[in-house]
């Protein structure tokens, strides 16, 4: 029988109070406030401290505190990307982020899902689908991209947007839920 962390890795319903799960939890909750609190006159210790808490790091991302994440090593940000303010990135199942991104302030990504059904969801079961983001995309502030959703290179997401489906690359998506309004050439 697997474990509650071997599901949720495999995409599965399972029960997140799993000790595994928790000690998972607890080490990102350790790292981001190290990360959150560190000094901006220190910002190798900085680095430092999200090196250790995420998954991969590109070369020249930049990341501003404070940044809140589930595992953290289920998160991989490609390189000269820049993640703003307030950033809440849900890391239950793996979030990939590619190069040249940039992500506004508040944003959140989410790749938890809970049961629409009253009972499985009472006994706290939930599951979790990735989220892919493409090279060069630009999602304003306060943008959410929802589970399992993939956007595609070049894609600009407006202020505010709930993307619940896939973004195709190169178009400038709004609203909610986020909708295509312009192809870019």
């Not at 401290?49 to 809140?68: I, K, M, N, Q, Y």
């Not at 959140?108 to 059904?117: G, K, M, S, W």
């Not at 090279?135 to 290179?153: F, R």
Request: proline share 6%; net charge negative.
């Amino acid at each position: 029988m697997s474990s509650m962390r071997e599901r949720m890795l495999a995409g599965e319903a399972y029960l997140a109070d799993d000790p595994e799960i928790i000690a998972d939890l607890d080490r990102a909750a350790r790292l981001s406030e190290r990360f959150n609190t560190s000094s901006a006159e220190d910002p190798e210790g900085r680095l430092a401290a999200l090196r250790e808490l995420l998954g991969s790091l590109g070369e020249g991302t930049w990341v501003r505190p404070p940044f809140h994440c589930d595992y953290g090593w289920q998160t991989h940000l490609g390189p000269r990307s820049v993640v703003n303010f307030n950033a809440v990135f849900l890391d239950v199942a793996r979030i990939t982020i590619g190069a040249d991104v940039q992500i506004g302030p508040n944003v959140q990504l989410l790749t938890a899902t809970h049961p629409v059904e009253a009972e499985p969801r009472r006994a706290k079961w939930e599951a979790a689908q990735p989220i892919t983001i493409g090279d060069n995309v630009w999602l304003g502030g306060g943008v959410i991209v929802l589970a399992g959703v993939t956007i595609g290179e070049n894609t600009v997401v407006g202020a505010g947007a709930v993307v619940t489906k896939d973004l195709p690359a190169n178009v400038i998506a709004v609203g909610n839920p986020a909708r295509v309004v312009r192809e870019l050439a």
